[in-house]
């Protein structure tokens, strides 16, 4: 996260006692979330699949983007876009995996999925694509410490649709800081800073990958 609070120019308030001292604490709020965006950030750092990108919270590795069918029920077949990733925990706690976030509707308050901002071109789905953890065989939603597990981004294709011959995606990091002024604690918050003073947070997009899709068959 940002932590200089750099807003728009606003009027001048009358200062009296009371409204000073909400200012004091609004700068103050702003200021531990990141201060008011308006600079336009740096290009974010490329990586290749296979490469290690340190999310703070976690060590992520884009394996591989495939175009594949699977057996659904009754005997049909599915199409999925799939997203294959090595993922390690570095925290001390169990962290969910999460869902990704729909596209401009982003919180600090997020899980490892929640740091997979937005991909290009943008896949549509009905609801969004399905996460999870894979480990021994076994499909759950928790990330455990200090252990590496594949997570899996799905989205399901229609059988006649014509996947793209890539994906990019933009992946934000963690920072651990303190969650406010009326709060001391401290956590995990996906970084970025607010844009507005209506709450819209913006997520710092710290690494963008490219990922070949290949057809590949279950």
């Known amino acids: 996260m940002t932590s200089s ?11 009296v006692p009371v409204a000073l001292a909400l200012a004091v604490v609004g700068v103050g709020v702003t200021a531990a979330f990141g201060g008011f965006k308006d600079a336009p950030d740096k290009p ?3 990586v290749s699949p296979g490469d290690m990108i340190d999310q703070g919270l976690f060590h ?15 005997g049909t077949d599915k199409r999925y876009l799939e997203l294959v ?7 001390d706690r169990t962290a969910s995996v999460g869902v990704m976030p729909e596209a401009g509707r982003y919180s600090p308050f997020g899980s490892f999925a929640g740091s997979l901002l937005r991909t290009r071109p943008e896949i549509k ?3 969004g694509p399905e996460v999870s953890v894979l480990s021994l065989g076994v499909e759950s939603h928790q990330l455990h410490p200090g252990i590496t597990t594949t997570v899996v981004v799905k989205y399901e294709l229609e059988p006649t649709a014509t996947a793209p011959p890539e994906i990019s995606l933009d992946v934000g ?3 651990y800081e303190q969650l ?5 604690g401290y956590d995990w918050m996906l970084a970025g800073a607010y844009t507005d003073e209506k709450g819209t947070f913006e997520p710092e997009v710290a690494t ?4 070949p899709v290949r057809k590949e068959t279950s």
């Open 180 to 184: 406010g002024l009326l709060n001391q």
């Open 125 to 127: 789905t009905e609801y």
């Open 208 to 211: 963008r990958i490219t990922l």
């Open 60 to 74: 992520t590795q884009f394996i591989k983007a495939i175009d594949i069918t699977e057996k659904g029920d009754f």
């Open 85 to 91: 990733l090595k993922v390690t925990n570095v925290g």
């Open 44 to 46: 974010p750092a490329t």
């Open 5 to 15: 609070p750099n807003g728009a120019r606003r009027r001048r308030p009358v200062i």
């Open 173 to 175: 990091s963690f920072a």
